[in-house]
């Protein structure tokens, strides 16, 4: 059974007040509350939840206008009916304007009064019904716009993370300048891409890489020009650099409208922006990304995401530029301690260069590529770092070594891995150095590797290792002619070499690229 309602009746009249109680309380559903003017019904209101109520127009001190007009600041949702013995157009416009949903004309009969209280709260099952499809619209619109706003961030969180994948996996500051032209396309609407150098000797900036959106493919899908790398800024933007020069100088990203700028529009530019590169405060480079007319121009999200690039290439370009200064100053070192054995044994000068050189080219005719054969480059030039070990009387020795001898010169590939692993160089260049004395029978040193356990690069270096060896004058012995050099590499394919490296060096040299030192 539901709860009976709870009626407020407010009228100075006395008379009034009995024949709502008589008539309510017989209907059995109703709790009944009375007062007698405008602010003991509010107090009565503070107290008890009331959910209709009925008040005379003409009171003393506050009428009925005012009274409803608080009710509704109170709950806009409770129902109040006026009672007035003189209706008229002013006073009804007043009470509808506050809350009233109905009007009771004295004198009334009782069946007046239940047939209002119907009408009225159907009216207000209308209104709440309303009120919460209103809330809900609401609702939805507040989960919508979250929900956009979740999507954008979302959006901006995955052109972030892309930025710092693309970027922060390169390792060569030539490769970096390619990367951030081609992810400003990617990022951005832009139609051209371009970054130069500012470096004032060369009379203007210096165009190191650019990007065009390729007409057959509409989209941001070009690559990085390589054509124009190195080329001194192309007319038709370097005066838009030399016009923006100043601001750019400044290093603070910024973004023009063609609409708003005469130089660009008549460049055919419909947006712009720039973002200066600067590492310790100084200005090395900038990046131009360009909206054609007829395309949309730049947004500020657009800015940010470009900016966000430039710190992120600037912060990997000052570390990959303080990584290459430290690796070459690492390998001048390096290369200098080579230079120092070769120095003690005169018979062996430019040896490790003459065997990167016949190695890298043996690489190539199996068709390794430039990058598979990199630390070629690197472990060839070290391989014999390891005779810093080996005593000059050993090292030197213009005849046959004993048995105690030899096994000291064989301790050098261990050595020399030990030394390049000291300072933390890769592990290939490592393997390289350890194995190039390695045979392909397992009868090699230092740890007896057989076949295909062998590092393929190892094995290209040990035939080019031996080959100049045998082809180059040596402390205990005149170098060998060359029929025989070449008869003994060929006697030795499948037992101390891999006869498919052989087979790459017989290829070379039939076509005259091997050549033995003068």
């Known amino acids: 059974m539901s709860e009976p309602l709870n009626i407020l009746i407010v009228d100075d009249d006395r008379a009034i007040l009995r024949l709502f109680k008589d008539f309510l309380r017989r209907r059995g559903s109703y709790s009944i509350f009375t007062a007698r003017d405008g602010t003991e019904a509010l107090k009565i209101l503070e107290q008890t939840k009331v959910d209709f109520c009925f008040t005379d127009l003409q009171m003393p001190g506050m009428d009925g206008i005012e009274f ?138 210096i165009l190191i890489s650019s990007f065009h959106k390729g007409p057959e493919t509409g989209t941001n899908g070009g690559k990085a020009g390589q054509a124009d790398q190195g080329r001194t800024a192309t007319e038709d933007n370097s005066h838009i650099i030399e016009v923006f020069a100043k601001k750019i100088s ?134 014999d770092i390891g005779k810093l070990g080996v005593p000059d009387n050993i090292l030197l020795k213009p005849g046959p070594l004993t048995e105690k001898e030899y096994e000291e010169v064989k301790k050098h590939p261990i050595i020399g891995a030990n030394i390049v692993s000291h300072l933390g160089l890769l592990d290939a260049e490592q393997k390289i150095i350890l194995h190039h004395h390695e045979r392909w029978d397992g009868k090699g040193y230092p740890i007896g590797l057989k076949g295909k356990e062998i590092p393929i690069l190892a094995r290209i270096l040990a035939v080019a290792d031996v080959y100049d060896a045998m082809a180059s004058d040596r402390a205990y012995r005149k170098r060998l002619d060359e029929d025989v050099v070449i008869e003994t590499i060929h006697q030795s394919a499948g037992t101390q070499f891999d006869k498919e490296v052989v087979d790459a060096f017989s290829t070379l040299y039939e076509k005259g690229k091997v050549r033995a030192q003068a």
């Open 250 to 383: 400044e290093g603070a990203p910024f973004l023009v409208n063609g609409d708003h700028d005469k130089v660009l529009s008549d460049a055919n530019i419909c947006s712009l922006v720039t973002l200066p590169f600067k590492i310790r405060g100084r200005l090395f480079g900038v990046l131009v990304a360009i909206a054609r007319h007829g395309s949309e121009p730049f947004t500020d999200r657009e800015l940010y995401y470009l900016n966000f690039l430039a710190e992120r290439a600037t912060f990997v370009i000052e570390n990959v530029a303080l990584y290459e200064n430290i690796y070459e100053n690492l390998f001048s070192t390096l290369y200098a301690f080579v230079e120092a054995i070769e120095a003690r044994d005169p018979y062996t000068k430019d040896h490790s260069t003459r065997v990167t050189r016949l190695a890298q080219k043996i690489g190539k005719e199996m068709g390794y590529s430039d990058d598979q054969l990199d630390p070629l480059n690197f472990s060839g030039h070290l391989h």
């Open 68 to 205: 409803a007009s608080k009710i509704h600041k109170l709950d806009n949702t409770i129902p109040v009916v006026v009672m007035t013995g003189y209706p008229s157009i002013d006073n009804a416009i007043a009470t509808l304007k506050h809350g009233v949903v109905d009007y009771l004309i004295k004198p009334f009969n009782s069946g007046e009064i239940e047939l209002t209280i119907k009408r009225a709260l159907e009216q207000k099952a209308l209104f709440v019904e309303n009120m919460f499809l209103k809330e809900e619209i609401k609702r939805k619109e507040r989960i919508d716009r979250l929900n956009k706003e979740l999507a954008n961030k979302v959006g901006d969180l995955k052109i972030l993370n892309m930025i710092l994948q693309e970027v922060d996996w390169i390792t060569k500051s030539s490769d970096l300048f390619d990367l951030v032209v081609q992810v400003s396309a990617d990022i951005t609407r832009c139609d051209e891409a371009y970054f130069y150098v500012m470096e004032e000797s060369a009379g203007g900036p």
